[in-house]
């Protein structure tokens, strides 16, 4: 993915500037040869339509996975990286089998570093279990992924991204039934919280602004997922964050006994290894595709067709959600 993606990780432990909570993903890493590591040592620009060839080492014992955790480790040890319970946070874009052997030495190296492990959570193109609702042959089909994305013993979470398929096109995540009966008119718990078992599901709601990948693909090859009106595509947004927030903050009766308050404010200190009255540290994700994607078309950044609107949506919605409480 390029050299220098490392570059707003490192400004930030300089200047100390943004200071927010932050997390890294796999692809992060500082390296002289940089290209030459990351396409491994046998790279030539031969294969039609690669630029870059992904390569991970075979071995464990590969040096470069240690010279890439002993890089990561200052990022791991600053006191905004978000924790769980004591172990930082690792994010995998997508499931690769070759990414196995890198994250069962990573984990070994963070627990010589002083961690647990990590606490890692990988991508899955698939809908999120509990708000988006779909056929059965195909919610037995991402059943059968994440089962086997768990059954590796790597990963705590995955990550449900609803990517331009037909399944998710035009459609926004929504509260299950079963969590809004919970709830009287004005906002008082009515019986039991769900008031059918319902099983926590180690699953992180993905929601992607708007996608268009025709600036990086044919016309015959794109796919375009917010092609309408802006204010359509926003309200679209607007509805699965609010969805997806709500259901992380009202749906069980663990998430009601955290401080609700770290879920909307951002607050690094519930995140940092500081225990809740449970004992755990806050799991409690929403991840939103992406900040500046311009080439396929995702993008939270001002822009002259949303203007700030993305941005706005989340700070609305945070707020509706603290001041409203859970009530549908």
């Known amino acids: 993915l390029g050299p220098n993606l490392h570059a707003p990780l490192v400004n930030m432990l300089k200047d100390g500037h943004p200071d927010v909570p932050f997390a890294a993903p796999l692809v992060c890493h500082e390296i002289d040869e940089y290209l030459e590591w990351n396409v491994g040592p046998d790279f030539v620009f031969k294969e039609p339509g690669v630029l870059q060839k992904q390569y991970f080492p075979k071995q464990k014992d590969d040096p470069l996975i240690t010279e890439h955790y002993n890089w990561l480790?200052?990022?791991f040890h600053h006191p905004n990286y978000i924790k769980v319970n004591r172990k930082p946070v690792f994010m995998l874009y997508q499931r690769k089998p070759g990414a196995?052997?890198?994250l069962q030495r990573l984990k070994e190296l963070a627990m010589k570093d002083g961690f647990p492990?990590?606490?890692?959570?990988v991508g899955l193109t698939k809908g999120?279990?509990?708000l988006l609702s779909v056929d059965d042959d195909l919610q037995q089909k991402f059943k059968s992924?994440?089962?086997r994305t768990f059954s590796f013993g790597l990963y705590d979470k995955v990550v449900s991204y609803p990517n331009p398929s037909e399944w998710a096109e035009g459609?926004?995540?929504e509260i299950p039934k079963w969590c809004q009966s919970s709830w009287s008119d004005d906002g008082e718990r009515e019986h039991e919280h769900p008031p059918v078992r319902v099983e926590r599901l180690r699953d992180i709601a993905g929601i992607i602004s708007s996608f268009d990948n025709t600036p990086r693909r044919n016309v015959e090859d794109a796919n375009l997922f917010a092609s309408g009106d802006p204010k359509v595509i926003v309200e679209r947004f607007r509805k699965s964050l609010y969805a997806a927030l709500y259901y992380e903050s009202c749906c069980f009766q663990d998430?009601?006994?955290f401080k609700n308050e770290s879920l909307w404010s951002g607050n690094k200190n519930e995140h940092?290894?500081?225990d809740n009255d449970n004992g755990e540290d806050d799991d409690r994700f929403i991840i939103i595709n992406a900040m500046n994607e311009w080439a396929e078309g995702m993008a939270l950044e001002p822009s002259d067709v949303y203007g700030r609107s993305f941005l706005e949506t989340i700070r609305d919605t945070k707020l509706k959600i603290r001041e409203d409480g859970c009530s549908v």
Do not use: C, E, N
């Open 171 to 173: 459609r926004s995540l």
């Open 73 to 75: 480790r200052q990022f």
């Open 255 to 257: 998430a009601l006994s």
């Open 272 to 274: 940092q290894g500081k």
């Open 117 to 121: 492990g990590l606490y890692v959570t």
């Open 100 to 102: 196995i052997v890198v």
């Open 145 to 147: 992924v994440t089962k």
């Open 128 to 130: 999120h279990g509990h």
